[in-house]
């Protein structure tokens, strides 16, 4: 648990792919910080707005069968924690469990993990329509890449996320 555990810490940037295809990919940082046992409170941003996260989490990692499960939580006062300030003051009073929407791991080899949602029912409001979350995920010593796709619950057809492919984090 401890190697998944200094994969998933760390802070990443696609800075190189948003320069190589600005009109596909915007400039966006993620920073996973470790403030338990097995939470990570997790932030999301871009570049030119580090100070206003588009999404802050807390992530709690369950091992089992050889898997990692990591459940997903919002933070009910998630602004006094941008900058990932005040951790240690998040309690589990502060988490509103997101149902459905949790992430598996499954080890590919000695230094990476592949994952994604493991339900349909990962719902996120999207244009004033309800969709729901799909995402692939490859997590290893350098990378971190991020596929995420919104599909229309009635249709089941795609309206939001990635038409090129994986968001190519790299550790920084």
């Not at 190589?20 to 990570?40: L, Q, S, V, W």
Request: proline letters at 1%.
């Amino acid at each position: 648990m401890s190697q998944f555990f200094e994969l998933l810490e760390g802070t990443f940037s696609n800075k190189r792919q948003a320069q190589g295809h600005p009109t596909r990919y915007a400039h966006i940082i993620i920073t996973h910080k470790k403030i338990g046992e097995n939470r990570f409170y997790g932030e999301q941003c871009y570049n030119y707005m580090k100070g206003r996260p588009y999404r802050q989490f807390v992530l709690e990692v369950i091992e089992k069968d050889e898997k990692f499960f990591l459940r997903n939580f919002e933070l009910k006062d998630a602004t006094k924690h941008i900058g990932a300030k005040n951790l240690d003051q998040i309690t589990d009073e502060d988490l509103i469990y997101r149902d459905g929407c949790d992430i598996m791991f499954e080890r590919v080899d000695d230094n990476t993990f592949k994952g994604g949602t493991t339900t349909c029912e990962c719902f996120v409001q999207w244009q004033g329509k309800q969709t729901y979350l799909q995402n692939d995920i490859l997590l290893s010593k350098e990378e971190y890449h991020v596929v995420d796709k919104g599909y229309d619950v009635e249709t089941k057809q795609k309206v939001w996320g990635s038409n090129w492919g994986f968001l190519k984090f790299v550790r920084q």
